[in-house]
């Protein structure tokens, strides 16, 4: 299963993605069989809704259900400058391909906006 979403992940990169990571219970271990692999896909620019980018990342010959996020730099610099829960699942996740730079970044605005938190 990792490898088929590895090949998913790296058929995105070419296509401009700057990272792929893999989040929820197949990242942490815990998945069952009902589960489906949640991805977040991390893209320089894409003017479009977070919810209209999904369409073109759905891969129907994967061996699971895929449910792609796809959010651009800035977005989840935002997210994370407040603290998000996602950003926190993100990069705790399972980076399938791409710039790990990008995760760093985040984990280190995530960690100063929580310490910050009362």
């Keep these: 299963m990792l490898r088929r979403l590895t090949e998913y992940a790296s058929n995105v990169e070419r296509r401009g993605a700057k990272a792929v990571v893999l989040i929820g219970s197949l990242a942490r271990g815990d998945y069952t069989a009902f589960s489906d692999a949640d ?4 893209v320089e620019h894409d003017h479009r ?3 209209d980018r999904i369409a073109e990342y759905i891969d129907p010959t994967l061996p ?3 449910e792609p996020r796809v959010y651009t730099v800035d977005e989840l ?3 994370a400058k407040r603290g998000a829960r996602i950003v926190n699942e993100i990069i705790g996740g399972v ?12 984990k280190g605005l995530y960690a100063a906006a929580t ?3 009362p």
């Design 77 to 79: 610099r935002a997210m």
């Design 95 to 106: 980076l399938l391909v791409g710039d790990g730079q990008v995760l760093e970044e985040l």
């Design 115 to 117: 310490r910050e938190r």
């Design 64 to 66: 699971v259900d895929l």
């Design 39 to 42: 991805v977040v896909i991390i």
């Design 49 to 51: 809704r977070p919810i």
